[in-house]
């Protein structure tokens, strides 16, 4: 005996626009990032923003010197960072031929493997160089949005809560929490971009490699960027050693080692704990997940992704309880 099963319509329609939303949210995936951040960066500036309104400031006037002071600030530092860089790179591209060859002599490397390195490693740079340039309009665009999620914040709330019909001051408290812990979260990677920094100057100091400074700037930038942003940042001070002598090089690598080791198995994991309340095995993961997800940017944004939902479930467990 056959079994026959009928598929109503709103069944179909429903399956329809469930892949529907699945495909639309799949290309627009970069542009719902591009506005978690900027909700992030809203975060961590309101509560200057308000600071500033209690001198009477007019709130858009308050922005915009908050964007000032923070875009000037980190000018000096890149001014600062990258200007010995780029004098110290050119003297060691005059040198550094001849580190190689003496480095090959002592090692009996093979120089066709050395030079097929350097030149991918050229490669990589041109096109995270490319990469860099070409996602300018996406930073204008975020800092744009940015801008205007500050000067509509408490409007944005209102709206947002009024769609949840009888219970628009639990909403209203939800998004304030939600807030407040993206706001704790920046402010933490700032501190950890600050610790690294001084972590590596400390290090470069020790080991008596030229320029500590700037490369330790360089290493606070680039503590933001999961995996990668280290290695980047290590390039440079390992060159700078193998200028000098092989074992230096040698040293510096150890060094940028363990202050990332440091940095991926203690450092970020309390310092998230400190500032989101997330249990560090918790980061860890998290971190480990957005990585393989979705990459260096899913890596970078799984940390206030978790905070998210966290505070989402917490508040959906608490109206279950009442």
Known sequence: MTRRSDISYKTIIFITLFFLS?????????????LFVAIIFMSAMSPLVMHLQRFKMPKAISIFIIYFL??????????????PLIEETTKLAVTLPAVLADLLKVNNLDS?????????????????????????ISIVFLL?????LLLERENLEKRVSVLFVGQEDRIQKLLREIE???????????????????????????????????????????EVIPVIGPIISAIPAILLGLSISPVLALGVTAMYFVVQQLENNVIVPQ????????????VILAIAVGGRL????????AVPIVVVAQVIIADFLRDKKT
């Open 144 to 148: 744009v949005l940015s801008f205007y």
């Open 180 to 222: 407040n812990k993206l706001g704790a979260w920046l402010r933490g990677q700032l501190f950890l971009s600050l610790l690294i920094g001084v972590l590596v100057y400390l290090g470069l100091i020790l080991l008596q490699i030229p320029y500590a400074l700037p490369l330790a700037i360089l290493a606070g930038f680039t």
């Open 112 to 136: 066709n493997v050395i030079q097929q390195e350097v030149g991918n490693l050229s490669k990589n740079l041109l096109s995270t160089t490319r990469a860099i340039f070409e996602n300018i």
């Open 271 to 282: 310092v998230m704990k400190k500032a989101v309340g997330l249990n560090p095995l918790v």
């Open 22 to 34: 699945l495909w639309i949210f799949y290309h627009i995936l970069d542009l719902i990032l591009i």
């Open 294 to 301: 979705l990459g260096i940017g899913g890596a970078l944004l």
């Open 70 to 83: 923070t875009f000037g600030i980190l000018g000096i530092l890149l001014t600062i960072s990258f200007s």
